[in-house]
């Protein structure tokens, strides 16, 4: 599965080179999280994909939902596919610029910090900062997370949930904080008075969280 990106860069790229990889939320696409790009340092590549699902109302996903059923609340073989195909393309992209001794940070919001949960903890070795943005740890997806503590205390983590998100419940995000906890992993976990999105406190404190 070849997914699809768009793509800041620097004017300058060395093995040094931080970059940061966006991973949207279902029925979005790789313009969204896109859209931080002008508060970001100017230095970063900053890589922002498109799931590959179609979705019935326009966008894309990373794999289908059924809302009616939360059993079948993800599709767990398109979720395993898309992880893949995220880590494959990130490493190929990593190989492109001839990164070596860099940074890695990664963002998901909602479906796509779904994901990062996976990815995160699965891949410790790639990652060093990690922003998850109205999303909760899918257990049916972190069958293969790594859980020796040396290799997790290097990460860092942010993850941010609104109070009245009718969505994704705020419960669920919360569980994100007791996993990192129980964890070992460093991480931040911030609490915002609105819905399924990011308000200008929660940006603000994203932007602080990267850029530190």
């Not at 931080?36 to 900053?46: C, G, H, N």
């Not at 941010?160 to 931040?188: E, M, N, Q, R, V």
């Amino acid at each position: 599965m070849e997914l699809k990106y768009i793509v800041r860069e620097p004017e300058n790229i060395n093995a040094n080179t931080t970059i940061l990889f966006m991973i949207h939320g279902y029925g979005s696409n790789e313009q969204d999280l896109f859209s931080f790009v002008p508060t970001l340092p100017k230095d970063w590549i900053i890589v922002s994909y498109r799931a590959p699902k179609d979705t019935q109302f326009g966008g894309y996903s990373w794999y289908d939902i059924d809302f009616n059923n939360p059993d079948k609340f993800v599709d767990v073989t398109q979720a395993n596919e898309s992880l893949n195909a995220l880590l494959k393309s990130m490493l190929d992209i990593s190989n492109h610029y001839g990164l070596v001794n860099n940074q890695t940070h990664i963002c998901g919001f909602s479906q796509g910090g779904v994901l990062t949960y996976a990815m995160a903890l699965s891949c410790p070795e790639m990652f060093d900062k990690i922003a998850i943005l109205s999303a909760y740890p899918e257990e049916k997806l972190l069958k293969n997370i790594v859980k020796d503590k040396k290799k997790l205390e290097r990460l860092r983590f942010f993850v941010s949930h609104g109070a009245d998100d009718a969505i994704i419940p705020f419960d669920w995000g919360k569980k994100g904080a007791d996993l990192l906890y129980d964890l070992s992993c460093f991480f931040t976990f911030r609490e915002y008075d609105n819905g399924h999105g990011i308000n200008q406190k929660n940006y603000m404190d994203l932007m602080h969280f990267l850029e530190k």
